[in-house]
């Protein structure tokens, strides 16, 4: 059995269908989500991770700030 017609196999038992990108089941492909609770896990997903991103930018910028006082600042004063 070639390998183009394992997958013609798979193709004419299940039909054409996408995966839900959050508990992988097989759904129709035009769908992005199985259900409204997983578009709900995806929306809360995003939203946490678009709060540690902008919490990470704000750490990065203080500790800028930081090391710039220690480096240029208290060299000036303590002199």
Known sequence: MSQ???KDQIKKKWGPHSHCPICGKAMSTDKKFCSQNCRDNMV????????????????????MVAMMLFMFILPLIGS
């Not at 540690?52 to 990065?60: A, E, H, S």
């Open 4 to 6: 183009s017609s394992w």
């Open 44 to 63: 809360e997903r995003e939203r946490k991770q678009k709060k540690k991103g902008r919490f990470q930018c704000v750490f990065l910028i203080v500790m």
